[in-house]
Every structure is written in C-alpha cells, then in structure tokens.
C-alpha cells in the first residue's frame, strides 16, 4: 500500500482502515497574506505581480481544469507548476467532489465557491495581520460550514492555497509557544529560514508579544501575525469532528500551525489526521514529525509519494529536489484517492495522471 | 393554527405535520437582471440607482440585522421597508439558520455566502438574458449545493432577492406555455401588467421565441428571457429533494416560475410545498392559486397573515394595503418557525418582532 506513517502508526491505520471505500470531500482553503510580497519569502508565484492570483486561479484550476483569472496556471518563477495538478489528478482518479471556501483571497475566483466575505491579511511585520472581529467570525462561520460539509461526506480532507503561509503558520505557533523555529518546509529547496523568523520577529516586536505570550489565545496570535486561512481551517475542522465526518488536514507544515490552534482552543482531535507528500516528509530543511508531535502526539500522520521522481518532465521531477513539495492539499488528495479506491488507484496510476495534467496544461501552454 | 392552505389542503397538512419540531435551514437565493430598471417595472429600492443594492442588503440584513452595503435598509421610494424586516423576525423567533447563496448580483454581499460565479441577468427585452453554458452550470451547481444543504436539515425553506423577478418569471412561464399573463404578483398596488407584458413581448421577439414554444426546454427558456436566480432555486430544490429533504419554496409567484421549471426538466416534486403570504393570496391582480394549480395540480400551497394591518407602524400596515406583499421568502420563513416550534411562535409573536425589527432600523435610522 502507498500510504506511510509517520507518527502514530496504529491509529493512521485505524483512520485509513474507516475511511476505506468511503465518501470523501475535498475542500480547498484559498486566502492572501500580504506576507507574500517580502523579497524572497516564496516562489508561489511566476513574479510578484502574480503571487496574488495564485490562490483563485489553482481554485480554479481544480475545478475546471484550466485557470480562468490567469492564462496559464501557478507556477514558480522558473516554471514549476503548482501541487494542483497532483491533487486534480488524485481527486478525479478517485471521483471525489470539491467545495472551494474563499478565506480571504485579494483575487476572487471565478469558479462557485463558499466566500466567508473577510479580507486578506496584511503584512505581519506590522503586529495587527487580520481583523480581531473578523478573525472570529471567520472562525465561527467556518464551524458552522464544517458541521453543514460533514453531514454530506463521511471524510473532509482540507487543503489550502495561500502563498507564504508556512511564515504565518511559524509565527503562529511560535507566539503559542510552540518552538517551529528551523522546523516549518518551504518551496525552494534552500529553505529562507531567516527571512522567514526576521519576518515573524518584527511581526512579534510590532505587536508587543513574545514566544509563547498568546499561549491561550490563539486566535489573538491569528489576529496579529497569523494569516486567513488558519481561522477558516481550524473552524471546519472543529465543526467536522464535532459532526462526526473525520478530517484529513492536507499539507506541509502549516497543518502543524492549525492543530495547534485547534488543540490550545480546547478542542479534542479525535478523528482527525494530517496527510502530506513525502517531499515535506523528507525535507532535511524542516521536521513536519517534531513539529506535529510535539503539539498533539496523539494524531497520525500520513504521507504519500507520487512517483514524480520517475517522472519524464522535469517540471515534476522537480518536486523531488526540492521545489514546491506540497500545496493545494496534494498529499492528503493522494492519500484520500488511495483509501476511497480500497487502494487500487497506485501511486503509478497517480503519477501517469499528474503527467496527463502537465502535458494537458504545462506543454500546450508553452 | 396560523397556517393557511390555498391548494391541496391535505399535502399540506401532511408536509406541516411532517415538519413539525423538525431541523429547517432558510437560504436566500439573491440575484439581479437588468430588466429591474425598466420605468416603472419595481419599487424594490428607493431609486433606479439604488435596485442593485437590495439583493445584496437584504442578504446582509438577515445576517446582521443591518445592511453593510447600503446604510439604510431596501426600501420602496416612498419608504416601504424590505419584506427582509418580517424574515428575519421569524427565523430568529425559531432559531433557523440562514445560508446565503449568490446565484448572479450585480453588487456582491457582505456576509459570508455561497457564490456561484455567474453574471447578472441582461435587460430580457434584448431576448439572450443570460449565457446558456452559464444557466447549465448555474443549475447543475445548485442541484450539487442542494445534495449538500439536504443533508444537513430536515426541511429547506429557499427564499429569493431579485427586482422585477416577476417580470421574468412570466416571461418564462408564458415560453413554458402556462398562461400566466395578468396573473403574477406585483410589490405595487397597481400591478404594472401591460409594463411587464410589453417587457415580455418584446423579450420572446427578440429571442425569436413564442408563446409555448420552448415548453421542452426549459433551460432555454431561461437564456433567453429568464433571470439567474431561477436556475439556482430550481436546481437546489431538485438536488433537496432527491436527498430526502423537504423543500418549501417561500416565495410569490414567481416561485410558479420555479416550480414550472422543476416539472417541465422532468423531475418528481414529491416532498415540495410553496409557501407565500396572505398578501400574495389575496393579491386580485394576480392568480397565485392558479398558476401553481396549473403546473401542478399535486403541489400543497400554504400561505400565512403576519397580521401587519394590525400593526402601528404605516410602514408595516402597508403590506397589508398591496406594497411589497412578500419577498425574501417572508411568508415561507413565517411558516417554518411556525412548524419548527410546533406552532407555538403565533402571529401575534411574529408581528411584535416584525415591529422590534421596524423600530431598531427604520425608526432608528429616520
């Protein structure tokens, strides 16, 4: 079987052995950070000009196939194409249906989505990144979509789409406390760790907060240096296990920000997973299994690999040396692909069809 | 009882005792057409340039209690308030959640909805209102959003926001073949008959269409001279019921409109019923009672007194003297907190909150 463990093996089985033929829901979080715009912080964007139309257009993207507020689809500045290809190709492998939540995107997307109508976030250097009120009505709206979604679907697995977010997500939970320094991944393979904790560092001295002083607020921590779409995560989540759907949280280090959020808020985790690629997994720059273990040691953590080593194109196979990693909930769509299927969607099945995406998209596009 | 039945007397008893106590949802389906800025066609907002706010402020409205998008609240030119005062009074009596859906507004709401990516509808009399590939996706999108909503309540109560939305649901209904001319509804005393027709007339010229001759399809017939919130309402409605929800269409006579469309595609409307208020039924420039016993003579109609003649406020006392009547499923609302709390919220009780609402808004903002 494709799907690994890297934490709580037993119970990522017992999560894996439920969900098994069952009904799965993919929901894809898209949200802005003027974060994104600090020089060298991401690559989630061919220029600056882009990164913004980043989240809508790999909405869009999922859903249709191509991209409507964009001619072309997400990519690097040197050509490497987003993770939504891997999660297109997984989720239509497997027939699973996709609910788009607008968390704060600065482009709306031009395909049917759920709008939680709050802005995008400012840039953290600044200490006040969202809206307090904002925040927690995002927060409670998301709870109450969380309880709606989970009653029409037996697992939510939940992506996300918000350049710079592993920033956000550091500067999270490092103002509750939670020691992400050096352990959140990035999408270059030279990880920017010091533009990312100068950045979280202003952020914190703007705010007059220090490491660990939000403990028990997090969702003031959100407030000041954190970004959209952990709010809108945490809350369908918590609205989703409170439902009884399980929850697969799908991608890299940020999820980690999420569980935090969700944990120090005093919720129970039971039925909740987290799934990622193996690219997060082996990033020697990051450590997605300290960071999950030492926030919940009771939640599995799943990954998968989807072969793009072997790929011939070099945009895919650029995943495995480093570039991109994860995104747009490519692992936890793969894995949810695999269980839905009882496993007969392979991890070659996946690949071939990750590389039908890029000739589809990336080579009739050039 | 509060209760009224105009048609089917005993579905309806059925459909009300089946709900009785039950989980609702209330979801306002908010949409615009050009058409609304036809001289005299709609009174449903102060001015011509106010129209395309009313949608959006009366989605607003029912979340908050106040409107973000307009500092007032939707209101005919001589002050009329929005029927929105009476759905909000209700729902929140009984404690129904509100789930806002965007099916193509001019002005997007405030509040957090569902939107479905499409444009608003062109002026009919041009006779290609909306794009064809547009009202397919809008419907098959809604049916998927109605699977959804199904399953999280018992009973979907769908209301709707759109100006001059009569004028084109004839429109519709007289290209489906249903003679539905002098027979729906207006907001004014003095129904605009021969203003709508005209509209109308000139709509089914320029789409070279007639009378009955796009009775097979239905979908066309909204391209050419229907509005986008037709197609929305229609395909939550279908996706509801085939889920196992039951579905109150809250609404006047363009809920007909609907409901033709429904039966005309082909499907059951097994677990439907059509709400309004007693001002609609008792409309004498409009056949509520007969159009919907046209189209389908197995479909309960109930219909509910808010008593606003009682009420001291003129603004109020004038639905009961042939303004506004209904709109954002006031008479469907009223009736759901009725059935949800085994009929003990009374008339009396709605009316006094319709008149807390009154006083806390329009009193308060004069």
Redesign the interface.
Request: hydrophobic share 30%; glycine share 0%; charged share 25%.
């Given at each position: 079987m494709a799907v690994r463990f890297a934490l709580n093996e037993h119970m990522g089985k017992e999560f894996l052995e439920y969900t098994e033929g069952k009904e799965f829901r993919f929901v894809l979080c898209i949200a802005y950070t003027d974060t994104a715009e600090i020089d060298g912080i991401t690559v989630a964007g061919a220029d600056k000009e882009s990164i913004k139309y980043t989240p809508p257009a790999d909405a869009e993207f999922l859903h249709y196939g191509k991209c409507r507020c964009i001619d072309t689809v997400p990519a690097t500045p040197d050509g490497k194409p987003t993770p939504a290809l891997i999660t297109r190709a997984a989720l239509r492998l497997a027939g699973i249906?996709i609910?788009i939540v607008?968390a704060g995107s600065k482009v709306k997307?031009?395909?049917?989505?759920?709008?939680?109508?709050v802005k995008h976030g400012r840039n953290i250097i600044y200490g006040n990144a969202l809206d307090k009120e904002e925040v927690i009505e995002s927060f409670n709206?998301s709870i109450?979509l969380g309880?709606?979604?989970a009653?029409?679907t037996d697992c939510l697995v939940i992506g996300e789409s918000i350049p710079a977010g592993t920033t956000t997500a550091l500067a999270v939970m490092l103002s509750l406390g939670i020691d992400a320094r050096f352990k959140v991944s990035s999408s270059m393979p030279k990880n920017p760790h010091d533009i990312k904790l100068n950045t979280v560092y202003k952020g914190m001295s703007s705010a007059g907060i220090g490491i660990g002083s939000l403990r028990d607020r997090p969702l003031e921590a959100i407030a000041c240096i954190g970004d959209p779409m952990i709010p809108s995560v945490a809350g369908m989540t918590i609205g989703a296990l409170k439902y009884g759907s399980r929850v697969l949280l799908a991608g890299g280090t940020q999820m980690a920000a999420i569980l935090a959020v969700i944990k120090y808020l005093g919720n129970k985790t039971d039925g909740l997973a987290i799934a990622t690629t193996s690219y997060v997994m082996n990033d020697s720059s990051a450590d997605m299994r300290a960071l999950v273990h030492s926030i919940d040691a009771s939640v599995p953590l799943l990954y998968y690999d989807p072969l793009l080593h072997r790929s011939s194109k070099s945009g895919l196979r650029a995943y495995a040396e480093g570039f991109v990693k994860e995104g747009v909930g490519a692992g936890g769509a793969c894995i949810a692909a695999s269980a839905k299927s009882m496993h007969s969607i392979s991890q070659e099945d996946i690949l071939a069809a990750v590389e039908d995406e890029y000739e589809r998209t990336i080579e009739r596009i050039k």
């Open positions: 249906p609910f607008d997307p031009r395909v049917r989505h759920y709008s939680l109508a709206s109450e309880q709606i979604l009653r029409s």
